[in-house]
C-alpha cells in the first residue's frame, strides 16, 4: 500500500468514527498526501487560534444577536458562519480557535454538524456536536462522502465563479494584436450564440476554446493618473473549428482566408472587431478570508461593467497588486470619505471637513502585478471610483 493510499484511508476512518458518524474532518493541518488539493493556513492565523484556543473569545466580541446553538446548512460559508457569532465575520480564525480541539482544519467544517456557544466564565468557545453541559449531539445522518468532498467554502464562492474567467486585467494593451473578427456569415455586423465568426490574427498555436472581449480600456490610477493596466469588456466565448489560409481551396488562388469559430456561450451580442484571447485553465479555489499582514491603503480605480456605482456583490478594481503586497482572500476595509460642513456655532462659521467613516468590507479574490479585483461584502452606500480602502 503506498503512503498515499494509507493516508486517504486513514483520514477517512478518522471521519467516520468522530461524534457518532457526524464526519468531522479532524485531520492535521497540511496535505492529506503529496499533490492533494489543501487550503492554506497562515502561521498567523494558526497563531491566532491557538491564543484563542487558550483564552476563549471575549463575550464583547461577540456578534449583538449570536445564537447559542446552529447547524450547519448547505451552502453556508465560514464567513456567514463566522458572521452569526463574531462581529467581524473575516476574523474566522478566532471561531475556529474557539474550537481548535475539534476543528483541525476550518476549511473541513460539513452540513449537518451542530455548533454550541458556550459563554461561561466571560468568555466564549465553540463546541461541535456537543452541547456546553457536556450533552453529546448526534446527527441521524450517516455521511459518505471523501473528506475532500461536502465542506463548507470559506466564502460565497459562486459570486465570484463567473468572474474568474471574465474579469481580467491586461499588463499591456495585448488585446490590440490579439486575433479579431472579422466577418460574419450572410454580412452580418452582430452574432449570437451558434453563429459563426471569422478571425484573422495569429492562431499558430490554436486552442479548442477562446475569450471574445470588447476593445479594451485603459485604467487610471485615481490619485496619481499612472496606468495601471487595460480592462476589457468580456463578451462571451468561442470554439475553434478550422484554421485559416493564403490559398482559396476552391479556385486555388493566393487569397486570404480566414480561420471559423463558432460563438458558443455569450453575455452579450459578438460583433466585428471584438478580439480573442485563450482560455486560462480554471482556478476553483477554495479561498481563505484574512487581514494583510502589513498596511495596506488605496483607491477603488473602477466597477466592473458599465456602472458609476456599486452595491453589494458587485465587483471593483483597485489599484493594488502583487507588487504592493495584495494577496487573494485578503479582506479590506471601505471608507466614506467625509462630508464639508459648516460650524454654525462659531460666529465665523468656518468650513470643516467631517471624518471619514467605515462602511463596508471588500474581498479581494484575483490579483494582478498592479491591480486587483474585490467582491464587495457588505457595504452601506454606493461604492465608486476613487473611493479609498485600508487594512480592517
Known sequence: MTPRTRNDLQARRVARNVCGGVVLASVLLGALHAGATTWPVTPQQRGTAQQVAQTGVPLSELAANAP?????KRRDTLWDISKL???????WPELWGMNLDQIRNPHLI??????FLDKS????RLRVGQSPDGTLKLSPRVRGEGLDTGAIASIPFHLIEPFLNEAVIFQANELESAPRI????EGRVLMGRGDTAYVRGDLSSPQREYRVFREARPLLDPTTNELLGYEASYVGTAEYVRPGDTVNATSGKAETVPATFTLTNLKQEAGIGDRLAAVPPPQFTNYTPRAPTGSMS??????YGEGL????????SLNKGSRDGMERGHVLALWRAGKEAVDKTDPRRPTMKLPDERHGTLFVFRVFDRMSYALIMSVQEPVGRGDRFTEP
Open 68 to 72: 447559542d446553538q446552529y447547524t450547519v
Open 85 to 91: 457569532f463574531l462581529k467581524s465575520p473575516w476574523r
Open 110 to 115: 460539513y452540513p449537518g454538524q451542530v455548533l
Open 121 to 124: 466564565g466571560g468568555r466564549a
Open 182 to 185: 472579422v466577418a460574419a456569415r
Open 298 to 303: 488605496g483607491r477603488i480605480v473602477s466597477v
Open 309 to 316: 456605482n456599486a452595491g453589494q456583490n458587485q465587483i471593483v
